[in-house]
C-alpha cells in the first residue's frame, strides 16, 4: 500500500506562482509514472501533467507553458511548479502513481489533494 501526501497549495493572486509537492511513501519498488490532477467544484477531476520514469512530460492544453513537473526518483516525490496562475486555475488538486511493488504494478489512488485558490 502506498500512502500520498500533497502540500504546497495556498491563496495567490493571479500572475502569482506556486510549487506543490507529493511525497510517496510505503511499498514502492518503482515508479512508472506520476500524474496531477485537478478538481474544481461542480467540475470532473482532470489530468493536468504527468511524468513518466524516463522524464517523458505530458501537459494540459490549459496549463501549457505555464506548470511544469518534475520528479526526484530517489525520493519518490513528484512537483508542480505553476507559473502565471489564473482564477480558473483554482481547485484540489491531487497526485497519483503508476508504481510496482514487489508483488506486482498497481495504481496508487489519491492522497488528500492540496487546495490551490487563485484570486483575481
Known amino acids: 500500500q502506498v500512502q500520498l501526501v500533497e502540500s504546497g497549495g495556498g491563496l495567490v493572486q493571479a500572475g502569482g506562482s506556486l510549487r506543490l509537492s507529493c511525497a510517496a511513501s510505503?511499498?514502492?519498488?518503482?515508479?512508472?509514472?506520476m500524474d496531477w490532477y485537478r478538481q474544481a467544484p461542480g467540475k470532473r477531476r482532470e489530468l493536468v501533467a504527468a511524468?513518466?520514469?524516463?522524464?517523458?512530460?505530458n501537459y494540459a492544453d490549459s496549463v501549457k507553458g505555464r506548470f511544469t513537473i518534475s520528479s526526484d526518483n530517489a525520493k519518490n516525490i513528484v512537483y508542480l511548479q505553476m507559473n502565471s496562475l489564473k482564477p480558473e486555475d483554482t481547485a484540489v488538486y491531487y497526485c497519483r502513481l503508476d508504481y510496482c511493488s514487489a508483488y506486482g504494478c498497481y495504481d496508487s489512488g489519491w492522497g488528500q489533494g492540496t487546495q490551490v485558490t487563485v484570486s483575481s
Open positions: 510505503g511499498n514502492i519498488f518503482s515508479i512508472n509514472a
Open positions: 511524468i513518466t520514469s524516463a522524464g517523458t512530460t
